[in-house]
């Protein structure tokens, strides 16, 4: 990335993203250089019909123990998603003990320090249909009071720019059509937690065809997995 270029570099890389997965890629490249190691985004969904859990649409662009339980629902009690979920504005943390922040949930904080997670800024985002996530970057290291009050002067550029790309891939996803049938198999992909097996034994649909859409899904939408499809259905509404 070029150091006095950096916003081109990103908005580039944006413009060549072509999933939200390539977009948390992109972002997370601009923000490295100011001591970020993580970056995502991810909202909350309505609970599948056949399960009493709440769902999470998560997108990172690495994966680890702890970006495992945010997908999990497990940490949407916690000061940042509690912050999101009633204000627009930001919200940082230095990762450290002696913050407010740090405060509000001492016992959930000191677990998630210790995966490795330590700084961080986030803030909500709303799309064109009135979706809201969150969308994050956090740090393996300790910011310090200078380097976060650095980060932050740019962090609002970055999430704006992520999520405005976010926004055209949703509305030209939506471009391509998606048959009853598609749709019908999302949603059991969805409630079976996207085990093709159990959709198999709970549709009369037959291997080949199921197969042959699922292929022709995946490559709508640009998924290589059959459990990015379902996160990306879910983004997209498909689901209900």
Same mark, same amino acid.
């Given at each position: 990335?070029?150091?006095?270029?950096?916003?081109?570099?990103? +908005?580039?890389?944006?413009?060549?993203?072509?999933?939200?997965?390539?977009?948390?890629?992109?972002?997370?490249?601009?923000?490295?250089?100011?001591?970020? %190691?993580?970056?995502?985004?991810?909202?909350?969904?309505?609970?599948?019909?056949?399960?009493?859990?709440?769902?999470?649409?998560? +997108?990172?662009?690495?994966?680890?123990?702890?970006?495992?339980?945010? =997908?999990?629902?497990?940490?949407?009690?916690?000061?940042?998603? &509690?912050?999101?979920?009633?204000?627009?504005?930001?919200?940082?943390?230095?990762?450290?003990?002696?913050?407010?922040?740090?405060?509000?949930?001492?016992?959930?904080?000191?677990?998630?320090?210790?995966?490795?997670?330590?700084?961080?800024?986030?803030?909500?985002?709303?799309?064109?249909?009135?979706?809201?996530?969150?969308? +994050?970057?956090?740090? &393996?290291?300790?910011?310090?009071?200078?380097?976060?009050?650095?980060?932050?002067?740019?962090?609002?550029?970055?999430?704006?720019? =992520?999520?405005?790309?976010?926004?055209?891939?949703?509305?030209?996803? $939506? %471009?391509?059509?998606?048959?009853? %049938?598609?749709?019908?198999?999302?949603?059991?992909?969805?409630?079976?937690?996207?085990?093709?097996?159990?959709?198999?034994? %709970?549709?009369?649909?037959?291997?080949?065809?199921? +197969?042959?859409?699922?292929?022709?899904?995946?490559?709508?939408?640009?998924?290589?997995?059959?459990?990015? $499809?379902?996160?990306? =259905?879910?983004? $997209?509404? $498909?689901?209900?």
């Amino acid at each position: 990335m070029n150091t006095n270029n950096w916003k081109l570099d990103l +908005f580039s890389a944006l413009d060549s993203a072509h999933s939200v997965k390539t977009v948390m890629d992109a972002s997370l490249d601009a923000v490295r250089p100011f001591g970020f %190691d993580f970056c995502g985004w991810r909202t909350n969904t309505r609970p599948a019909k056949k399960s009493s859990s709440k769902h999470v649409v998560a +997108f990172n662009a690495i994966e680890d123990r702890a970006l495992e339980k945010i =997908a999990n629902g497990d940490c949407d009690y916690a000061p940042v998603p &509690r912050h999101c979920a009633i204000s627009q504005a930001p919200i940082s943390w230095r990762g450290t003990t002696d913050e407010d922040i740090f405060f509000q949930a001492p016992e959930v904080l000191e677990e998630y320090y210790g995966t490795g997670h330590h700084s961080g800024w986030a803030i909500s985002t709303a799309a064109h249909d009135g979706q809201k996530g969150i969308f +994050f970057v956090e740090s &393996r290291s300790i910011l310090s009071p200078d380097e976060m009050w650095h980060a932050e002067q740019h962090m609002q550029w970055v999430s704006a720019a =992520a999520y405005i790309r976010m926004d055209e891939l949703k509305k030209s996803s $939506l %471009d391509h059509y998606v048959s009853p %049938d598609e749709i019908a198999l999302l949603r059991k992909l969805y409630w079976h937690n996207a085990s093709i097996k159990n959709v198999m034994a %709970d549709s009369s649909i037959n291997a080949i065809k199921l +197969f042959s859409m699922l292929d022709d899904l995946r490559k709508k939408f640009g998924c290589d997995s059959v459990h990015a $499809l379902v996160v990306h =259905a879910l983004f $997209l509404g $498909l689901i209900d």
